[in-house]
């Protein structure tokens, strides 16, 4: 009995907290994006496909969120998933945040800026970089609109990249 009163508990306060799910499209690839916000924590994770080049990158992260007034800044770290055509695939921890500047009810600046290093990478991976900035506007209150611009690159042994993102995007996002 205890049990299930503690169950369903967390499923209601599960269900008490923000989450989003989105899908982008870009010039030459597509994202989804889902995120939870758990009080002052933010689950998180992403897929991100080349369409030309067969590139998949996939991440999992965790996040502290920091209230700076009516903006959010989420500082953590994302554990990345680097799956290129004709490469090995590789693995790599990056660090970074993101940031979230309300300027209506309905209009949101935000951004978000995730860094692997050498160390933390693995195999022939020096380096990996995911970037995103947009604007988003919420139609209502589970439905939004975002406009932005992402990049995302990976770096390999004798400065040879991987461009999985680079250009403008549109998503669409529920909130629940």
């Known amino acids: 009995m ?44 992403d897929l991100v496909h080349n369409f030309d080049h067969e590139d998949t ?44 500047i309300p300027l209506t009810s309905q209009f949101a600046l935000y951004g978000s800026a995730y ?6 990478a693995s195999g022939n991976l020096t380096s990996y970089v995911d970037a995103a900035a947009g604007v988003r506007f919420n139609i209502s209150k589970p439905l939004s609109i975002d406009l932005g611009y992402r990049y995302s690159q990976a770096e390999f042994d004798s400065h040879y990249t991987r461009t999985v993102a680079d250009g403008l995007y549109a998503a669409v996002g529920f909130n629940f």
């Open 2 to 45: 205890r049990f299930s009163i503690m169950a369903c508990a967390l499923v209601l306060s599960v269900g008490a907290h923000a989450s989003e799910l989105s899908s982008s499209i870009g010039n030459e690839y597509f994202g989804v994006h889902y995120s939870h916000d758990l009080n002052q924590l933010k689950l998180s994770a």
């Open 57 to 100: 990158i996939a991440n999992i992260g965790l996040g502290k969120n920091i209230a700076l007034g009516s903006n959010t800044l989420t500082v953590g770290a994302k554990v990345n998933f680097l799956d290129f055509r004709y490469q090995e695939t590789e693995y790599a921890m990056s660090f970074g945040g993101d940031l979230a």
């Open 115 to 120: 860094w692997a290093p050498e160390f933390a």
